[in-house]
């Protein structure tokens, strides 16, 4: 008689851990600075979500990045005071948070260390890496991009030395051996050995290659500015799905400039195409407001042919943004913003999803999430339009 027996098998468990304290000395709040108009923390947040992880969860002591990493679907783990310094490290936040989760009877063998000051952190890579820790071909894993840069330090006396080359040989590129620059992003580890080493390499460990353009930290405000070039070139998002449109009028559905009659009437120019991009919207049923500052009679003139709500003269965009949106029961994080100037910046920094057209202030780009390819008063609403519609 043949006796059949099988034997079950379990999938190792993984948890991402964001320690995200409050406080910062180079940068304010820097946990919670936008890069492509999404706050970094909350960008850490959606990279693990994104990868084959079974719980994100973001230590931190602030409770407005808790909220931050709450709505974004983290679980918050409070970080005491003693652990919220800027003498503690990340290794402490680790632990404690590992404590806290088998405190509440959840037991996790895998664990992936993310850092909210790298933007750009890969989840397919990330991924990758946690599969390696799970198909025991690492203990440790972290995220580096290849270099074949020449080396140096300098000595007691100033002296360069040469640290990774021969100095008096230098062979072509293709001739080189690369290196690897460890990029700080990501960390994949056995818990267990963690509690055994009390730090982030042991073992087997191994280096999950990312892209360079994704190395960068931020860590002060200069590298802010770099990530937020970058997260223009780089994030790329094709739906909007978004509940209600709001616009600014100027610059936004006009080209921002004005004919001045000779009794001092304003005429300015805007796009049919927008007009039709409205329509559709509003055929949709999706909420649409248009919010400026101006107090001329052509921004109701225009916003009455779309046949769409204006607030027009208003001082504090924001204040006006955040009475519309609870008086229609919409949240905040399910409203696209389109501006172009500075005086928009209180706006697009409340919303989920704030916008700017492509010939935008510096600063509004800045915070942007999203950058349209078209002008103000060239077709940018429409842009919008079909985007928030196609999701």
Known sequence: MT???TVETTVPRTVAIIPARGGSKQVPRKNLQRVGGVPLVERAVRAAVAATIDLVVVSTDDEEIAAVSAAAGARVVRRPAELSGDTAASESAILHALDALEADGERFDIVAFLQATSPFIPSDDLSAAVDEVRADRADSVFSAHQTYGFLWRRDAEGAAVAINHDASHRPRRQDREPHHLETGAFYVFRAEGFRQSRHRFFGRTRVAEVPEWTAIEIDDEHQLRIARALAALHDTVGPI???AVVTDFDGVHTDDTAIIDADGGERVRVSREDGMGVALLRRAGVPMLILSTEVNPVVRARADKLRVPVLHGIEDKEAALRVWAHDNDLPLADIAYLGNDVNDLPALRIVGWPIAVADAHPLV??????VLRRRGGD?????????????
């Open 3 to 5: 006796v059949e027996t």
């Open 365 to 370: 780009l800045a915070e942007a999430r999203v």
């Open 241 to 243: 799905p978004v509940r």
């Open 379 to 391: 077709g940018a609403v429409r842009e919008l339009v079909e985007r928030v519609l196609s999701s």
